[in-house]
């Protein structure tokens, strides 16, 4: 059984899928960006701040699926090999 991790306090997505689905032990999250939940708008136009709101964005939806940031988080792009990345302070 499959959940869709679509919290009201999350950014929306940018095209009709959800931002997270829940499948058992898994949950995979579509691509975010630095946009702040409350007004959809980007929160910086410098890659140090957009990367941060990403990250907090990335934990919004985490937390919505009952899963902690203190794990190691595999991202994907399409077309490249997964890289692992470990949360500061892990």
Do not use: K
Request: overall charge negative; charged content about 15%.
């Amino acid at each position: 059984m499959s959940e869709l991790i679509a919290p009201p306090y999350a950014p929306p997505a940018a095209s009709p899928y959800s931002p997270g689905l829940l499948t058992g032990d898994w949950i995979f999250l579509s691509g975010q960006g630095g946009f702040d939940p409350d007004t959809g708008e980007l929160v910086s136009d410098d890659v140090a701040g957009l990367t941060g709101q990403v990250f907090r964005n990335v934990e919004v939806l985490l937390r919505a699926a009952g899963m902690r940031v203190e794990v190691t988080v595999v991202a994907r792009r399409p077309g490249r090999a997964a890289s692992a990345v470990t949360p500061a302070g892990s």
